[in-house]
């Protein structure tokens, strides 16, 4: 299935390096972010869930839950999150789900449905496992990302981006480009001047359709 922003994401059972899951169930009404990787104890990926895993207070603050997808199973799990603790210099808090068979992989149009691991596989046999999504409280997709395997992901940018859908979705506004909390939104074009200045006083007219405003306070 090819998956696209507001569809439901798909739901599944797995087993993951914290026990077995039911997805729709694990989300419970959360904001989360599920990232993928090809293949346990290789390089990149070990630094990207060092990154994650130093965030983890970040995560909380915005009331988001993280999970990872590997291509390999729990025991191989477990022992790489040793690694990945050592590297970090912390703990690795959120769960990383076991795709052995490739369900997850193939749920979230990662990989072909004929997709399979040949014997002696290197991650180059799964290397477009390497997509980041972040879904609502609706299960619904918000945004997805996909890195090749020598490029290591940007986690500050998912940390912006998701308080960028977190701010447009919670204040029905939108965010121009580079924009970070505490910066000036944009006004919805479907939003007229007279509303506008009742909700948000104030605002720069740049084009009729590009109207910048301040965030009331809360």
């Known amino acids: 299935m090819s998956l696209r922003i507001n569809d439901v994401v798909p739901d599944f059972e797995a087993d993951t390096s914290q026990g077995p899951i039911r997805f729709h169930e694990w989300l419970d009404g959360q904001w989360a972010i599920l990232f993928s990787h090809p293949k346990d104890f290789t390089p990149v990926c070990t630094t990207e869930f060092g990154a994650v895993a130093k965030l983890g207070e970040e995560w909380k603050k915005r009331n988001t839950k993280v999970i990872g997808v590997s291509v390999d199973g729990v025991e191989e799990h477990k022992g790489w999150i040793q690694d990945i603790a050592s590297y970090a210099s912390c703990d690795v ?3 990383i789900i076991a795709d052995e068979d490739l369900k997850v992989a193939k749920l979230f149009d990662m990989l072909p449905a004929d997709a399979y691991l040949p014997d002696g596989r290197t991650p180059a046999d799964s290397a477009t496992v390497r997509s980041v999504f972040i879904i609502g409280p609706d299960k619904q997709l918000k945004l997805s990302m996909t890195y090749p395997m020598n490029v ?3 986690f500050a940018e998912v940390l912006r981006a998701l308080d ?3 701010t447009a979705n919670g204040e029905n506004v939108a965010t121009p480009a580079d924009w970070t909390v ?3 939104v944009i006004i919805p074009t479907s939003v ?3 509303d506008a200045k009742a909700k948000y006083g104030e605002f720069e007219t740049v084009f009729p359709y590009l109207r910048r405003a301040k965030l009331p306070q809360k």
């Open 164 to 166: 960028a859908l977190q």
């Open 152 to 154: 290591g992901r940007n």
């Open 182 to 184: 505490g910066q000036d």
């Open 93 to 95: 808090g959120f769960p």
């Open 192 to 194: 007229s001047d007279e």
